[in-house]
């Protein structure tokens, strides 16, 4: 008898133990926006100096190889306060998997997850104002024979729809990683007229893309992260018009853009629980469209239209840590840089350049972690950035030219999901939890007011204002 209990006891100790999540990893957007995190990318919120967490998967193939066996979703929500949930749906969404073969190879995949600027081509959703559509319409108007929309706007298309495989290797000290993105939307569209000619359009966008990094360990806790991405972005638009028409024949747009990111990070151990983190951020992004056909008997369009931006940040910090509780945070040096260069063309053209840069020195990033028990961490982080930022509109041409510029400093906060704009407030607290049960983890922003008015299960008011905010679940199966 006395054995069984034994037994039993044993049996319950080691379920007990599983339960309360050894095997599991905890991590993800909802854990960088809650621990300080500020916009690096699209649908991208990272403190630059936590170093370890499966977010960075996204911006670096290598860490594949330390969530072997691993699923992972970022189910999305509202924002830091989550008083609505418009940050759901797809480009908020998006979701992956890994698979372990030995200790060496990791595949895996990424869903739904869009890190391009091809949407800046092309507006989807029906919204009128994206790249090609702007310069298609600033063509047309100067064709006064043509009469009508295109039938190929490309505000008809959806979203796109991107995939990426990823794959790593460990071999000893490196680990190498490289990912394959694609992604594609289509439309066509018929419109026929009362003669009996039919305007048909054959739109289209998409984006391929390739990204590499590197995990080196150097040697006694010292470590380098570096990465590298390379995307060509394009949206056309071919519209052909009717024998009735005025102008017979096809007129073919379209907009290509062209990307580039490299990034690098630098562990360095100063002692059992610090290490030293700096770290530095280039990305570059230009598009142009152009017009590629011209119906007969038409002029080319000499209208043009450029578009380029440069982002690059620069930031030294570090990590604090013992059994249960984590620290990371440092100052940080960012610019963003965005220039369009717009001409309708002709004899009395005026040219415009818009050049729209922002400044943010010193940059705060500082999260905290503490596990309250096995299965129960606690986050809080703060951010803020000392920002300035200058618009300059510079009109040239016909007779004279003239420029406006402005400058205004203000912070930069209200991190959400999307991104982070001014706020009335310099700075902003976030808080956080973290939930983890054998191999299962949830991690979860939590709303401040939650703190002051209750659960809103229970007590959240007439407002909709939920617990939650954006919340990561995973899964580690190995």
């Given at each position: ?35 300080g ?24 193939p ?43 190879w ?105 990204t ?37 024949g ?19 151990k100063?002692?059992?629980k ?33 578009f ?17 509780y984590?620290?990371a ?98 700075s ?40 939650f ?10």
């Open positions: 008898m006395l054995k069984r209990l034994t037994a039993l006891a044993v049996v319950l100790a080691v379920v007990g133990t599983g339960l309360y999540g050894q095997g599991a990893k905890p991590g993800g957007i909802a854990r960088m926006i809650s621990m995190g500020a916009q690096v990318g699209k649908n991208l919120v990272y403190n630059p100096f936590i170093w370890s967490d499966p977010s960075w998967m996204l911006t670096n290598a860490y594949a190889s330390m969530y072997q066996d691993y699923a992972w979703t970022n189910v999305a929500g509202g924002t830091v306060n989550n008083i609505t949930t418009a940050n759901n749906g797809y480009g908020n969404q998006f979701s992956g998997i890994n698979f372990g073969f030995g200790k060496e990791t595949f895996g995949a990424v869903l739904s997850y869009d890190p391009s600027a091809t949407n800046l081509l092309y507006q989807p959703n029906g919204i009128n104002n994206g790249m090609l559509n702007t310069f298609i319409n600033q063509v047309f108007p100067t064709r006064n024979d043509d009469v009508g929309n295109p039938a190929g706007s490309t505000s008809n298309m959806g979203p796109i729809e991107v995939f990426q495989a990823l794959g790593s290797y460990h071999m000893g000290t490196f680990d190498l990683g490289l990912a394959v993105l694609y992604g594609w939307t289509s439309a066509d569209n018929k419109a026929t007229t009362t003669a009996g000619g039919t305007t048909e359009g054959d739109i289209g966008a998409h984006v391929f893309g390739l590499g990094g590197i995990l080196f360990d150097l040697g006694g806790g010292n470590m380098l992260d570096g990465s590298v991405a390379f995307r060509t972005d394009k949206a056309t638009d071919k519209i052909i018009f009717p024998s009735q028409s005025a102008t017979p096809t007129s073919e747009f379209d907009a290509s853009g062209t990307e580039f990111q490299l990034a690098a990070r630098l562990k360095m100063a002692s059992n610090v290490n030293f983190i700096p770290y530095a951020g280039f990305a570059t992004v230009s598009a142009e469209p152009k017009e590629n056909s011209v119906p007969t008997g038409r002029t080319a369009t000499t209208a043009s239209e450029k380029s931006t440069t982002n690059f940040a620069l930031g030294v910090g570090g990590e604090y840590h013992t059994a249960g984590y620290l945070g440092g100052l940080s040096y960012a610019m963003v840089e965005a220039k369009v260069e717009t001409s309708p063309g002709g004899a009395n053209a005026v040219t415009q350049t818009q050049t729209i840069s922002t400044t943010g020195f010193p940059v705060f990033n500082l999260g905290s972690e503490w596990w309250f028990t096995d299965w129960l961490a606690g986050r809080m982080g703060y951010y803020r950035a000392f920002a300035n930022t200058n618009n300059k509109t510079e009109n040239a041409g016909f007779v004279t030219g003239t420029t406006n510029e402005t400058d205004l400093f203000g912070g930069s906060s209200a991190v959400a999901i999307g991104g982070y704009g001014n706020g009335a407030d310099p902003l607290v976030t808080l956080g939890l973290g939930l983890k049960f054998s191999g299962f983890a949830l991690d979860a922003t939590v709303s401040e007011e939650a703190l002051r008015r209750g659960l809103g299960i229970i007590g959240g008011g007439t407002d909709n204002l939920n617990t905010g954006y919340v990561t679940i995973s899964y580690n199966f190995e």
